[in-house]
């Protein structure tokens, strides 16, 4: 089945240790979102990438970097995880962003623990 | 953007519908209401979307009042896999600027289907 693949599932990291957290799509879609959802918290933007061009939200930490190698992988670079960076980093593609259509697949999620 | 509000929680008994209602009254011309879930523990899942006419797919209905200043989605016969926080978000589309597009999640409803 076509699908969105997050590795690893559950990521333990040290503070100020940077890591990485991997997306993958069979989708071949043309848009990769990464969103943080931290606990209770509904999911929020961080930055997307159309193709190869990249799209930061305005209140995405500098500490957060993406990129994007290919059309199937995206990666999320957090270059000095802090405390407060524990979250469930969302991955989720769309064929394209302008039009109703175009809704959103997710993927399971990376549950991150900064010890 | 237009902001949405839905009840925080609410119950429903296995087998009975569930609706969920949304208030959206700042919503403007263009603007589309769609519906995610995230069950515990998953990435959201797209459920149903519409403009103005109510909508009808394998998942749930979408009926939307005449004003658009609300939707309710309908679950015609909840299960016990359907107990998830679920999301009503208001997306603008057909404009340049991304920042219309993109999935603003607010708090969510949570849904617990009671055997």
């Known amino acids: 089945d076509a699908m969105v693949i997050q590795n690893p599932r559950y990521q333990v990291t040290q503070f100020g240790k940077p890591v990485t957290l991997s997306c993958s799509q069979t989708?071949?879609?043309?848009?990769m979102y990464w969103y943080q959802q931290k606990s209770s918290q509904a999911p929020k933007l961080l930055f997307h990438?159309?193709?190869?061009?990249?799209?930061n939200e305005a209140d995405t930490p500098d500490n957060f970097q993406s990129r994007r190698p290919n059309t199937s992988f995206c990666f999320l670079d957090i270059r000095s995880p802090g405390l407060g960076d524990a979250a469930m980093y969302l991955c989720?593609?769309?064929?394209?962003?302008?039009?109703?259509?175009?809704?959103?697949?997710f993927g399971p999620g990376t549950r991150l623990t900064v010890t | 953007d237009a902001k949405t509000t839905q009840p925080t929680s609410m119950d429903c008994a296995e087998g009975r519908a569930a609706n969920l209602p949304c208030n959206h009254s700042?919503?403007?011309?263009?603007?589309?209401v769609y519906w995610y879930r995230q069950i515990h523990s998953q990435g959201p899942q797209y459920i149903i979307h519409?403009?103005?006419n109510n909508e009808t797919n394998e998942m749930a209905s979408l009926i939307i009042t005449e004003d658009r200043k609300s939707s309710t989605l309908i679950l015609p016969h909840a299960t016990l896999r359907d107990t998830a926080v679920y999301y009503c978000?208001?997306?603008?589309?057909?404009?340049?600027?991304?920042?219309?597009?993109?999935?603003?999640f607010g708090t969510g409803t949570r849904l617990t289907i009671i055997p």
């Open positions: 989720a593609t769309s064929r394209g962003r302008q039009g109703p259509s175009y809704e959103q697949y």
């Open positions: 989708l071949n879609h043309n848009v």
């Open positions: 990438y159309y193709d190869k061009d990249f799209n």
């Open positions: 700042t919503i403007s011309g263009n603007e589309y």
């Open positions: 519409g403009l103005k």
């Open positions: 978000i208001v997306r603008g589309l057909l404009r340049p600027n991304f920042g219309n597009e993109k999935l603003t």
